[in-house]
């Protein structure tokens, strides 16, 4: 039996170590838009004009991370350190390819002077082939370990094997619920059902956050090696992505990603020439929030309306059309490669008691360094915003910490020295979310961020069940009567026995959590609700008081 | 696009083209119903948008009610059922682009062509919309012009983006 991984994975490192340098461009999203293609060309089109020929090598690679520098380019000499230069623009890739690529000399001017604080304390494991691999080569891939553990897994594990090590590992779903992820794999191993199917959540619905979305875009192969493994574990033959249908450049690496694979025998029919079968087939979506929602989801895929349904059943037993079902959010796919390949106890070694590796987190808002990160669970607040952050612009100060978008709440100040894990962010009225983390300073004033949410909320119930549908829109009118400097204190009284009432008795996540941002913001911002209510002032100035006929800032 | 009668069995009244592309796409989905929401987005791509002859023929070809068909067509936010404009701009509303300051954006967009968000101008020019979040949120605030993602826009730097767009401009490809 001829090995092909093992056959791509020698010819691809031999050509890797006969370079003498290699240049990755960020090809994400953001860096695309800042015109990285341009850039990737650029320098490519230099150094094959310097007859530079295979001894440098020019790729695409995921998402480097530092997205409000793009477009970002790494130079790596062999045995030497990476290095990372930003807003490399025409003038910056001639440069860059001359000084650096082909002269060997520091280019000063653009080097990243964040590099270090930035990076210094990060860990990554989802994240650890941006910068290494070509998303859009296999090649590549394999060569940075792609489809190592599906082998392994297919050839030497049994399914219950592989379930027992994500149990080990103490995994948990990283869309935001945070259940065990061994837990559902198991119970999904254990259902009777004539088929099974594993479904990939990429709908990411919470503004404000790009983690999945850089995963998928920067490396697709890590996320569909995760599900094949569930697959295999779990006993499915069939896998669906359920991509936003706002990620089209997601949507097109994912295409290419699951062809190159076929093509391969990593998916399809007998994969690695065992019994063992798996396809996978994309579904993209149509613009829902409520579809993050599991129920929902498996609804949209079978072509009807987002409306999610009562549960138990779960779908772990009854899912896609009647059939037992496993979904899992992308991250927590892209850690199941390494899980499997290193172990179960590896991986639990990372991270803090209950809240186990690493976690993908989206910086953005009022913060210096917007960007994509990889912490170990555990590290504080104040270490991601001050040290990897690079804190507030503008020396203002910090306000509050938005994570887990319209279902989650805010961390104010005091709480800055919190560690970041399932636990410590629930105890004060959060949660991990999928990690969106949104900083605000004083210019956001929390009553506009609490209607923010509520109106996101509102447009997006799907109106199944009568709480979330009139629950919202009573709620946003109150927050816009509070916000106009029109409102009571009972109206306050109202809000908050509403966000009883939702939190209750809503159907789904949507409106169960619907209130949580009001919450939060009550719970530690009350005077500025009432700065709103009886001064009919707004303390950031933001909210225009038209009940008051005039700004007071 | 040439609407010109195919001379060979027409596959709509119309004898629109367009008709037997979105039939290649029923068929490679087997008439299976619950395909229903990839064939919208194959027909939403044809057409530009959904109108109710296409939710019609499409409702006949997956032997689904035509009440099905609406339903999911309105429930997603990314269908449409009017025309859009010859350009589209997409001003993302997502939290990271809020706070960075997307509504002043928004409204300076509004107020210079005189419609809401959701809205088209009279003269079919230019549809203003808005996204929950386009995943850009490093660069917040983020409008997507035709396509297009620029980011770290204020109003000044997003009217400058429309200004081009004249009504003699071809539609970018």
Redesign the interface.
Known sequence: MSDLRREVLEQEQLARAGRRCRVAVCQAASCLSSGAGAVRENLQAQLTASGAGDSVEVFGTGCLGLCHAGPLVQVEHKDEQPRLYEHVDAGAARELAQRDVLGGQIVRERLSAAYASFFGRQRRIVLENSGVSDPERIESCVASGAYEALQKAVTEMTPADVVQELVRSGLRGRGGAGYPTGLKWSTVYKAKGARKFVICNADEGDPGAFMDRSVLEGDPHRVLEGMALAAFAVGADQGYVYVRGEYPLAIARLKTAIKQAERMQFLGARVFDTGFSFRVDIRIGAGAFVCGEETALIASIEGQRGSPRPRPPYPATSGLWGFPTLINNVETFANVAAIVGRGGDWYAGIGTGKSKGTKVFALAGRINRTGLIEVEMGLTLREILFEIGGGIPGGRAFKAAQTGGPSGGCIPAQFLDLPMDYESLAGVGSIMGSGGLIVMDDSSCMVDVARYFMEFCREESCGKCVPCRAGTVQMHGLLSKIANGRASLRDLELLESLSDLLRATSLCGLGQTAPNPVISTLRYFRDEYLAHIVDQRCPAGVCPMPGRGELHA | MSTAAAPSTPAHPSGDKRFKLLDVAIKRQQF???????L??AAQELFGYLDDDVLIYIGRALRSPLS?VY??AT?????SLKPAGRHTCVVC????C???GAGAVLQALEQARGIKAGETTSDGELSLLT??????????P?VVFDG????KLDPPGALARIADWKPSDERPA
């Open positions: 299976r119903p619950d395909a229903l929401i990839e919208l987005h099905r339903g999911v429930f997603y936010n990314f269908f509303l997502g939290t990271a809020y706070v960075k996204a929950r979040c386009v995943g850009a949120c490093g660069l917040a983020a297009q993602m620029a980011g």
